[in-house]
């Protein structure tokens, strides 16, 4: 009996060693099963159910977390503007046309909610001219909102809801992303309901992109399409990297190269407009020109590097300073300048009235002048043109 016992538990011992195996090196052998499926009785081969809890685990790789983290807080933006009437007002054009009187517009985009008071950060161009502007959460709640404020110079605006239980994203540091970094872009193109896409941040400081008086875009090859403007392109982590603004296309789809406003960018615009009601820039009064070998030759310039001053504005905060036509500007508050664009957003983040080195270099001889910014004059708007 004693034996028998022996050779019983060696042989369960052996089994179960066999089975730990086996999970451990093939668990599909053991996870799958195969079953009956329909009248025709087929044998299938089904993966394992799994969990289905919303706090399960993600598998590995995905971005459900920091979609399900960050979506709640990206929302819908629909606006309708006032019909244009054109030419019906003239006789002779209702004498051969008729009365045509335009239908309203309607426009769409994304927006995220930044604050649980109820600010809304989109895109300006996705609110401009708009009579009436609609929010749909993701929850299925809409709700009318007004603009608090807009900025045209970063395609910004600001909006407001009065709505209870927001769902908040979190800010995080666009200064810190890096290329080749993993994000998200969250939004509602071409009005089909919101999607999330995945792809890298493809490169850093975009500019001189003529889409924006100041550009400092995060390029990605998420897909963004129309719609997305003003939608959360966000971390692995679910944190707001930046607003959704442009795509390079030639077919008015993605093709892989989609811009977007760092959020280092929109806090500034928001605590302006939050707090002033407009945002304030600084300004030195002179027309920058990037070095070329044309300009280096007409004002006997010799850097190699920074932006070359041609015009000077009469008793303007850089001619008080001292500045002249030919200078070379090198560095802004210590900052490297290296384009007439890097220039103009360094002096605009500046504040007025508060004085600043700069580091210019006047033929062969580098000084320093200590230049107070003025306060940015607010930008012309262009005129519609007669039709």
Known sequence: MRRFWLVFSQAVTVLLAAYFVVVTLKPDWVATRSVASGAAGVPLIEAPSAPSAPGAAAPVGSFRQAAQKASQAVVSINTSKGAERGNSNDPWFRFFFGDQGGAPQAGLGSGVIISSEGFILTNNHVVEGATE????????????????????????????????????????????????????????????????????????????????TFENFIQTDAAINPGNSGGALVDVNGHLMGIN???????????????????????????????????????????????????????????????????????????????????????????????????????????????????????????????????????????????
């Open 245 to 387: 603004t442009a795509i390079y296309s030639r077919s008015g789809g993605s093709m892989g190269i989609g811009f977007a406003i760092p959020v280092s960018t929109a806090k500034l615009v928001l605590e302006g407009i939050v707090k002033d009601g407009v945002v304030t820039r600084g300004w030195i009064g002179v027309e920058p020109a990037d070095l070329s070998p044309e300009l280096m030759e007409t004002f006997g310039v010799k850097a190699r590097k920074g932006v070359l001053i041609t015009g000077v504005l009469q008793n303007g905060p850089a001619a008080q300073a001292g500045m002249r036509p030919g200078d070379v500007v090198v560095q802004v508050g210590g900052k490297d300048i290296g384009n007439v664009s890097e220039l103009l957003s360094t002096v605009a983040g500046l504040k007025p009235g508060t004085a600043t080195q700069f580091k210019v270099q006047r033929r062969d001889e580098g000084t320093e002048m200590t230049v107070t910014p003025g306060k940015r004059p607010k930008p012309r708007q262009q005129q519609t043109p007669q039709r």
């Open 133 to 212: 502007i609609e929010v749909a959460l993701n929850d299925s709640r809409k709700v009318k909102a007004k603009v608090i404020g807009t900025d045209p110079e970063t395609d910004l605006a600001i909006l407001k809801v009065t709505l209870d239980r927001l769902p908040v994203i979190t800010l995080g540091n666009s200064d810190a992303l890096q290329v080749g970094d993993q994000v998200l872009a969250i939004g509602n193109p071409f009005g089909v309901g919101q999607t999330v896409t995945s792809g890298i941040v493809s490169a850093l400081g975009r500019n001189q992109l003529g889409i924006n």
